[in-house]
């Protein structure tokens, strides 16, 4: 004979005062007694998920929860008891996957609030209830962000933590406090603290002195300065304080929200966390709110050198065997092979030596002249020949197309697929307020309209929840178009490269070619990554 678990989990929000993990098990015990369930709870198999571990994460990443699934997987448990369903998961997906597990396994699970028995009732209720937690759960969140949203559209921070050098006024000391808010200031507004040399001295290392990140990082954590949290830096937190606004007086919200969707690499039906990116007529902002810490042209030299040094040390990175700008990009158009660099050392009429370098057929390289007879060609040459005709190429087709125009009427494909889908999730809410008032009316069914009606419920919102996700990666796909911008953002890096760097030059050629064909000493094919046609 299996044991009796509880499941219990506060809430959070408004009501979670008297919804104590103590309550919900004092009221699952209660009921257990006054109904004909005969059970007997064991105090190890009562899973208290504490604090707000239960939360922001996914469900198996809950420890109680985890402890719970254990027990069940080794046939511990025979039944299992929830307060509501909403204390199960916030992704109704998720909610119901469990379900299925545990039903698998035979057990029984009963939820009080929606007076649920997976022996006695069907299982579609449980995915109904599962759904409309989800919502409840949704609107809570969107009701929370609301605030934050108008919060920031006023110049004020909403988190409860503050950027580093930066405090909200009204923690300041009393004296500089008082001044403040006499002339005005907002008491949540932020105002620069002892922290904000930290960031000044960022700043200044990547913009004026040209410092990588990973040598910033090294330097600030040397000089004994932490973050916010009393951590060590990182490369990450470096890129995030030259990427926020915040340091130039702007306050911005609601750039990104989390979601929950399937582990792709995970087999099982774990879900994962996902960050969702919003497009900026979405976020809230007021510029100027506070005083900054950093000049609005040092940040603006900071975004753009990230821009130029992300597509660096991407392909750098990737490519670091090869040592000139075109190995592995130049094929030899005789005989289709490789063609790979030779150095040489010549000496010139004064006696000094000078070096040069030149590109050598593979297959005439190692089965010469009599297989194929392409010629040695030089690589400072060819390499000025192809990065011009590149350039040039670039040129023409930026002079020809109207970036801005094409940029916008992306984003009204965006908005057109933003409306699809809130028209979808308005949708969805009517569906589910309908099988909530379905279910309210039970009785007033025969079993078998009910659950038909109850099916028919489910299979639209199942195909509705389908469309939504389809507009979703469609949205997705949009983004990713977003190739003039692109082919600007590599002629602005082409204007800058310095054609002595070979690494430079490698770097560029590797992330705009694909090949480049010669024969002789004639660039016969350039094959670019670009989609320009
Ligand atoms: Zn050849």
Not at 205 to 211: E, F, I, M, R, S
Not at 219 to 234: A, C, D
Not at 359 to 365: A, D, E, I, N, W
Request: proline fraction near 2%; hydrophobic fraction near 30%; charged fraction near 30%.
């Amino acid at each position: 004979m299996g044991n009796a678990a509880i499941y219990a989990r506060s809430s959070l929000g408004k009501n979670r005062q008297g919804d104590t993990v103590e309550h919900q098990v004092a009221m699952i015990k209660e009921f257990a007694t006054r109904s004909d369930i005969m059970v007997e709870f064991d105090d190890n198999y009562i899973f208290e998920e504490d604090g707000e571990s239960g939360y922001k994460t996914t469900l198996l990443q809950r420890p109680a929860m985890r402890r719970l699934m254990e027990s069940i997987d080794n046939g511990e448990i025979e039944i299992v008891f929830f307060k509501g369903i909403s204390r199960f998961a916030r992704d109704s997906g998720e909610t119901i996957t469990t379900a299925k597990r545990l039903s698998n396994k035979g057990v029984r699970v009963i939820s009080l609030e929606e007076n649920f028995d997976s022996f006695r009732d069907d299982p579609t209720m449980f995915q109904i209830y599962a759904v409309m937690a989800e919502q409840e759960s949704r609107k809570t969140s969107v009701r929370v962000s609301l605030g934050n949203k108008q919060k920031a559209r006023m110049g004020l921070w909403s988190n409860s933590t503050t950027p580093l050098g930066y405090s909200k006024i009204k923690d300041l000391e009393d004296e500089l406090k008082n001044k403040l808010v006499s002339k005005g200031f907002h008491p949540h507004s932020l105002y620069p603290n002892d922290d904000s040399i930290i960031i000044e001295i960022i700043f200044d290392l990547y913009v004026n002195k040209g410092w990588g990140r990973k040598k910033i990082v090294s330097h600030v954590n040397e000089k004994g300065y932490r973050t916010k949290k009393g951590n060590l830096f990182n490369e990450k937190i470096i890129s995030d304080i030259l990427n926020n606004e915040v340091y130039v007086g702007n306050i911005v919200y609601g750039k990104k929200r989390y979601e929950y969707v399937q582990d792709d690499e995970d087999s099982s039906s774990r879900k994962v966390q996902k960050e969702i990116k919003l497009s900026e007529d979405d976020w809230a902002r007021k510029d100027n709110a506070h005083p900054p810490i950093v000049d609005e042209d040092v940040f603006k030299k900071a975004r753009s050198l990230i821009a130029k040094r992300k597509g660096m040390y991407n392909f750098g990175k990737k490519f670091n065997a090869a040592k000139h700008p075109l190995t592995g990009l130049l094929v030899c158009g005789k005989c289709g092979q490789t063609m790979i660099c030779q150095k040489r050392t010549n000496k010139t009429k004064s006696g000094d030596k000078k070096e040069y370098r030149y590109y050598v057929c593979s297959t005439y390289h190692t089965k010469g002249r009599s297989v194929c007879n392409q010629k040695n060609i030089n690589a400072t040459k060819l390499e000025s020949g192809v990065f011009s005709k590149l350039y040039n190429e670039m040129n023409e087709y930026l002079k020809n197309v109207d970036v801005e125009s094409k940029v916008e009427s992306q984003k009204n494909i965006q908005k057109q697929y933003q409306k699809e889908m809130t028209l979808i999730e308005n949708n969805m809410n009517k569906k589910v307020n309908a099988s909530k008032t379905l279910m309210e009316m039970r009785d007033v069914y025969d079993k078998e309209t009910f659950m038909q009606l109850n099916k028919e419920i489910n299979e639209e919102i199942k195909s509705l929840r389908k469309q939504l996700n389809e507009l979703k990666s469609n949205m997705e796909n949009v983004e990713g178009e977003s190739f003039v911008y692109d082919i600007s953002l590599h002629f602005e890096r082409a204007k800058d490269i310095n054609h002595d760097n070979l690494v430079e030059l490698r770097d560029f050629f590797k992330s705009v070619l694909s090949s480049v064909i010669i024969s002789n000493e004639d660039i016969t094919e350039i094959n670019s990554l670009l989609k320009i046609s």
